[in-house]
Nanobody, 125 residues
């Protein structure tokens, strides 16, 4: 399995940015893709998760409404649309895959199996 994240960059506070994750090499459609981020000096945290089989999405309460995860089935691309960005959103953003999904009630919760390289998002004026 390979994952590549794209789309990071510099954005002003209040702005928007869309990240893309291209995934390949899966054996079946029973997998989930998650976006995670890690800021300097902080622990990695989950940003969003999508079950690629049925499209159900999951977010931490702190990010609901500002970040939206979506998928494009034909290209196996997963997007993270980020809006109303704040300086504290500055981090390396990673996409990761869980295959197979360990819990259909909580995809991405019990650990990811494959990770891509990060893409840096900087929110600053």
């Amino acid at each position: 399995v390979q994952l590549q994240a794209f789309g990071g960059g510099l954005v002003q506070p209040g702005g928007s940015l869309r990240l893309s994750c291209v995934a390949s090499g899966f054996i079946s459609d029973e997998y989930a893709i998650g976006w995670f981020r890690q800021a300097p000096g902080k622990e990695r945290e989950e940003v969003a998760c999508i079950n690629m089989r049925d499209g159900s999405t999951y977010y931490p309460d702190s990010l609901k409404g500002r970040f939206i995860i979506s998928r494009e089935d034909s290209s196996k691309t997963v997007y993270l649309q980020m809006s109303s960005l704040r300086p504290e959103d500055t981090a390396d953003y990673y996409c990761a895959a869980e295959e197979p999904i360990k819990s259909t009630d909580l995809p991405c919760y019990y650990g990811m199996d494959y990770w891509g390289k990060g893409t840096l998002v900087t929110v600053s004026s």
